[in-house]
Every structure is written in C-alpha cells, then in structure tokens.
C-alpha cells in the first residue's frame, strides 16, 4: 500500500516533487499540497490540488508523510517548527541518479535533486534542499533548512550554519566556513570564513552587509 504525501509549498520545489515522484525510492500516493498564499486555494498544480493552507496540516492522520517543499530556508524552518510535535513521517527524496559517496549521513526531510555528487564523510543535517548539479567535496557539513541552488560547487571541508541560502553555481574552497543565516549571491567564490547573518557577492566573495536574518 503506498503511503499518503501531502506537501507544504505549491512553488517550485513542491511541483518537482509532484512531477517526478517517480525519480525517488518508496512509494507515495500524492494527496495534494497545502500553501498559505490565497491566490493559490482552490488550484492544481502538476495535476494536484492545492487542498488548503497550511495549518489544514492537523487534518491529517499520524503516519502521513509531508514533504516541505519551500524554498526559503527560514520560512522553512518556522514551518517544520510549527509541525514537528505531530506525528508525521518527513522522509527525504534523493533523486535515484544522485551520487552519495559510501559514509555520507543524510537527516530527515532532505530533498535532493537529480545530478548531485556528494563525497565521503559528508553530513547534510535536516531538511536541505540540493538542486540540480550540486556537488559537495569530502567532509563537507550543511546545517538543518540551507538551500544550495543549481550548480553549487563546495570544497572539501566546506561547513555551514543552519538557514544558509546558497546562490546558482556559488563555489567554496576547502576548509570554508559559512555562519548561520547567511546569503551567498550567485556566481559567487567563497575563499575563507563568512560570519553569521552574512551577505556575500563576487569572485573572490566580499561580505558586503550584514543580511539582517
């Protein structure tokens, strides 16, 4: 019998998720999606309703796995803050053609796409979205809700903090670390140690403001 999925976030992540169920281990029935933005209730996407907001979540039963697909990582975070006592099964989605080395630890509501490479000793904590073509070197660490857009290129040793929003094609040498909510800008090269609440541009990366997260 294949488990019910409802996923938070009729956007972008959320319609990969529902177009390509079939790129994941482990069978779901998709129910729909729950988002908060009025302008979507009573909409589909990729074929599925939009069922209702959010907080419709408590509709339904212990056991049922949700998928957060939400881009933003704060905006995540509050999210599965908001639900994480009930008793749902966050599964992670890796993309069937993904490379995870032996001896990479993945958490739990992880959503990876199709095209990324992760070396050994990796750890990805919960709930991290890795788009397309992401390839993290050995030992990297990225904290609970980080975002890495499509094309991210980490150097081995590469850590970061919880909520880091990472930019298309953004790049790190080894031993880089990246502090908590912090924004690093597209085409960006990361060479040495961004402070928390960071936002960071340009080759070679230049903090130019605090991010105010």
């Given at each position: 019998?294949?488990?019910?999925?409802?996923?938070i976030g009729a956007g972008n992540v959320?319609?990969?998720?529902?177009?390509?169920?079939?790129?994941?281990?482990?069978?779901?029935?998709?129910?729909?999606?729950?988002?908060?933005?009025?302008?979507?209730?009573?909409?589909?996407?990729?074929?599925?309703?939009?069922?209702?907001?959010?907080?419709?979540?408590?509709?339904?039963?212990?056991?049922?796995?949700?998928?957060?697909?939400?881009?933003?990582?704060?905006?995540?975070?509050?999210?599965?803050?908001?639900?994480?006592?009930?008793?749902?099964?966050?599964?992670?989605?890796?993309?069937?053609?993904?490379?995870?080395?032996?001896?990479?630890?993945?958490?739990?509501?992880?959503?990876?796409?199709?095209?990324?490479?992760?070396?050994?000793?990796?750890?990805?904590?919960?709930?991290?979205?890795?788009?397309?073509?992401?390839?993290?070197?050995?030992?990297?660490?990225?904290?609970?809700?980080?975002?890495?857009?499509?094309?991210?290129?980490?150097?081995?040793?590469?850590?970061?903090?919880?909520?880091?929003?990472?930019?298309?094609?953004?790049?790190?040498?080894?031993?880089?670390?990246?502090?908590?909510?912090?924004?690093?800008?597209?085409?960006?090269?990361?060479?040495?140690?961004?402070?928390?609440?960071?936002?960071?541009?340009?080759?070679?990366?230049?903090?130019?403001?605090?991010?105010?997260?």
């Amino acid at each position: 019998m294949k488990q019910k999925l409802v996923i938070i976030g009729a956007g972008n992540v959320g319609a990969f998720l529902a177009y390509n169920l079939e790129l994941f281990d482990g069978s779901y029935k998709l129910l729909g999606f729950l988002d908060d933005d009025p302008k979507k209730a009573g909409t589909s996407l990729a074929g599925y309703p939009v069922l209702g907001k959010v907080s419709d979540i408590h509709q339904y039963p212990a056991g049922t796995a949700v998928a957060v697909g939400i881009a933003a990582p704060l905006t995540r975070r509050r999210i599965v803050e908001e639900i994480m006592h009930l008793s749902f099964d966050f599964p992670s989605f890796i993309a069937r053609n993904a490379w995870l080395s032996k001896a990479v630890t993945v958490g739990k509501g992880v959503i990876i796409y199709p095209g990324v490479s992760i070396n050994y000793e990796s750890v990805l904590g919960d709930f991290v979205i890795m788009n397309m073509n992401c390839a993290l070197g050995h030992n990297a660490g990225i904290g609970n809700y980080c975002t890495l857009a499509p094309g991210v290129n980490f150097g081995g040793f590469t850590t970061l903090g919880e909520c880091v929003d990472v930019g298309i094609g953004a790049s790190t040498r080894q031993n880089t670390r990246i502090g908590s909510n912090s924004i690093i800008g597209g085409q960006s090269m990361v060479t040495g140690t961004v402070p928390e609440g960071s936002l960071l541009v340009g080759v070679p990366g230049k903090v130019v403001r605090g991010s105010g997260k």
